[in-house]
Structures are given as C-alpha cells and as structure tokens.
C-alpha cells in the first residue's frame, strides 16, 4: 500500500507539487501578521505556486525527461527520442525561471507562469490529439497529468490576475 501511494505520488507529480504549493500557502497564510487580508493571501499562493508547481515541478520534468527518458515515454504512451532531452532542457529553463520568480516582482511572474502554461496547455492539446487518433490513453496522456495541465494554468492566470488586482486597488 505504501509502494503503491508512492507510486501515484511520483506518477502524478503535478498534482504533488500542486498540493504541496497549497499546503506551503496554508502555513504561511497562518503565519501572517494579523489581520490576514486578501492581498496576503493571494501573496502566499502565488509565491507558493510559482516555486512548487512552476519551480519544482519543471525541474522534476526535466530529470524525468532527460535522465529517465525511456521511463517519462513509456509512461506517456510513446516511444522513447531524443526530444526527450529537449522537452528535458525546456523544463529546466522554466524551472529556473520559477526559482527566481517566486518571491520576486509581478512581472517575474508573469514571465514564469506565462510560458510554463502555454507549454502544459499545448501539450494537454496534444494528449487529447493522441486519445482521439491514437486511442492512447496511458496514464501519463490521459490521467492525473493531462487535467493538470489544463487546471495549472488557469489556476496560474487566476492567481496572477488576483495578485494584479489587489495590486491596483492597494488592498493590503
């Protein structure tokens, strides 16, 4: 049972980074001077968000993708290729640009979570592309990961409109 939870964890590492980003929040959230407003909230998620599901997130789909290759196709669905590494290298950029963006400026933000969303919006295109042709519906094609990569992103622009929001109306 343990093996199989770790097994899911590690499969559905979106979904990991994702909860671990909101669980990092939470606790900041609690630990916020008193009155906690909603620009701190948002604050908290953001920053939160962009380091474990931009930052951490993509550097895990590197390692995966270049060093695992064989292991992230098979999981895919797909043979493996040498745009595994590229898909790899492409995933360090954005987390790097999540490690420097997620305690820093609107603008860093927007930059991180701005490009990382297209990629997992295009690529949830795709995963939808190959169920309809290919019938492939693996669990790294159809599962956990292909509604992430649609939910990630929204929830990315929600947080950055949020957090631009509060940051014209001065809510503090």
Same mark, same amino acid.
């Given at each position: 049972?343990?093996?199989?939870?770790?097994?899911?964890?590690?499969?559905?590492?979106?979904?990991?980074?994702?909860?671990?980003?909101?669980?990092?929040?939470?606790?900041?959230?609690?630990?916020?001077?008193?009155?906690?407003?909603?620009?701190?909230?948002?604050?908290?998620?953001?920053?939160?968000?962009?380091?474990?599901?931009?930052?951490?997130?993509?550097?895990?789909?590197?390692?995966?993708?270049?060093?695992?290759?064989?292991?992230?196709?098979?999981?895919?669905?797909?043979?493996?290729?040498?745009? $595994?590494?590229?898909?790899?290298?492409?995933?360090?950029?954005?987390?790097?640009?999540?490690?420097?963006?997620?305690?820093?400026?609107?603008?860093?933000?927007?930059?991180?979570?701005?490009?990382?969303?297209?990629?997992?919006?295009?690529?949830?295109?795709?995963?939808?592309? $190959?169920?309809?042709?290919?019938?492939?519906?693996?669990?790294?094609?159809?599962?956990?990961?292909?509604?992430?990569?649609?939910?990630?992103?929204?929830?990315?622009?929600?947080?950055?409109?949020?957090?631009?929001?509060?940051?014209?109306?001065?809510?503090?």
């Amino acid at each position: 049972m343990i093996a199989e939870f770790i097994r899911f964890i590690l499969s559905n590492f979106t979904l990991t980074f994702l909860v671990i980003g909101l669980l990092f929040s939470l606790v900041a959230i609690l630990r916020a001077p008193k009155p906690v407003t909603a620009a701190v909230v948002v604050e908290k998620l953001i920053s939160w968000h962009v380091f474990w599901a931009i930052g951490v997130c993509f550097l895990y789909n590197f390692v995966m993708h270049s060093i695992f290759g064989k292991t992230a196709a098979a999981f895919i669905g797909w043979a493996d290729s040498p745009f $595994q590494f590229e898909v790899g290298t492409a995933s360090l950029g954005f987390s790097i640009v999540g490690f420097l963006a997620a305690f820093r400026s609107f603008d860093l933000r927007l930059a991180a979570i701005v490009g990382p969303a297209f990629f997992a919006l295009g690529a949830a295109v795709g995963h939808v592309y $190959q169920m309809v042709t290919e019938h492939n519906f693996a669990p790294g094609n159809a599962g956990v990961i292909f509604y992430l990569d649609i939910l990630i992103p929204l929830f990315g622009f929600l947080l950055l409109w949020l957090s631009h929001r509060f940051s014209l109306t001065g809510d503090h």
